[in-house]
């Protein structure tokens, strides 16, 4: 089937800028952008989702442009959702009514969510890692995806939502995203979400990370916005600065596609850990280019995107001097 599975809801975004400006409406979604991150990489991704008949109006287009595959699509409705959002100050985004009328609520929301017995079926000997996106780490869901990772031997890459738009969480506490954590083996978080998490609203970098440390898994994947990204395994965290491929018109779901790409590049580059980083943060400069994902990946977007990867990590490999020297190729 695929190596690798972007599991996730899409929605068709009305983006407001932080003045109200309009952005206009365009396709959007947790797997829709991380499957776009990982395309920066390799085509053997599939995008699994459930959604309306008004998919094929844009996404269906976009997937086949790109050679990918279909079969990971579930028509449940006759709508896909349609939400608006508006960027503020904080870095993070506020909900608000859609430009397009349709109405969205937590009902049809529900309605959306794929259940897991949709995400084993899409698993076979070729899958080796699975993105995902829930919002409560549940300790009967991860029993679920424990129970996969024996059956399939596949990693997961949990992506947390813990946003202040959702305050109180009554199910979500540090000792939960543990044994969550620990099960997914490969997890990511933004800044935003680490200060709510831990409570360190004046928190810096390093005692975020301090915090990270603390949790057993294979590798966390830790998000600063326009600043860029740490890649965190053992006792050892590597940044790696924001990626600019053109001037970023719109940083809306580059989180997802920054996610999706790091589990990827974690996969094909055997764990190393600083050229996750510098592969993620391509596959967000290519998505904060424009409003929505890239809408094309060439064979000259490839071929850059190689370039940028090895200029990138020969340069960083300078301040992580024990990292070794590789060259980033195709598999």
Avoid at 94 to 115: A, D, F, H, R, V
Avoid at 281 to 292: L, T
Wanted: with cysteine.
């Amino acid at each position: 089937m695929a190596k690798y599975l972007a599991c996730g809801n899409v929605l068709y975004d009305s983006m407001r800028e932080i003045d109200g400006s309009s952005m206009g409406e365009h396709m959007g979604g947790q797997a829709l952008y991380a499957t776009s991150g990982i395309r920066v990489w390799t085509r053997d991704v599939k995008m699994v989702t459930n959604c309306g008949y008004d998919f094929d109006d844009a996404y269906k287009p976009w997937l086949l442009q790109n050679g990918l595959r279909l079969d990971g699509i579930n028509y449940e409705q006759e709508f896909t959702a349609h939400v608006g959002m508006q960027h503020t100050e904080s870095g993070a985004y506020k909900m608000i009514p859609s430009e397009s009328g349709l109405i969205y609520n937590e009902y049809l929301q529900g309605m959306m969510e794929l259940s897991f017995e949709q995400i084993e079926a899409q698993i076979d000997s070729d899958t080796k890692a699975i993105y995902f996106h829930v919002f409560i780490p549940d300790r009967v869901y991860f029993r679920k995806i424990d129970r996969i990772r024996e059956k399939f031997g596949v990693r997961f890459m949990y992506e947390v939502v813990y946003g202040m738009d959702y305050l109180p969480y009554p199910y979500f506490n540090v000792d939960k995203l543990k044994d969550a954590v620990k099960i997914a083996g490969l997890w990511s978080l933004n800044k935003n979400e680490a200060v709510g998490i831990f409570n360190m609203p004046n928190a810096t970098d390093e005692q975020i990370i301090e915090k990270l440390l603390e949790f057993d898994c294979e590798m966390c994947y830790f998000r600063c916005g326009d600043r860029g990204a740490y890649v965190v395994i053992g006792n050892t965290a590597y940044f790696v600065p924001v990626v600019h491929i053109l001037p970023s018109a719109d940083p809306t779901g580059c989180g997802n596609c920054s996610t999706g790409a790091a589990m990827a590049a974690w996969c094909e580059t055997d764990g190393n850990p600083l050229m996750t980083g510098v592969m993620a943060g391509i596959s967000a400069g290519f998505n904060a280019s424009q409003a929505g994902p890239w809408p094309l990946y060439t064979e000259e977007d490839e071929a850059e995107a190689d370039r940028l990867a090895n200029e990138l990590y020969e340069k960083l490999r300078k301040i992580y001097k024990e990292i070794p020297a590789i060259e980033w190729k195709r598999r």
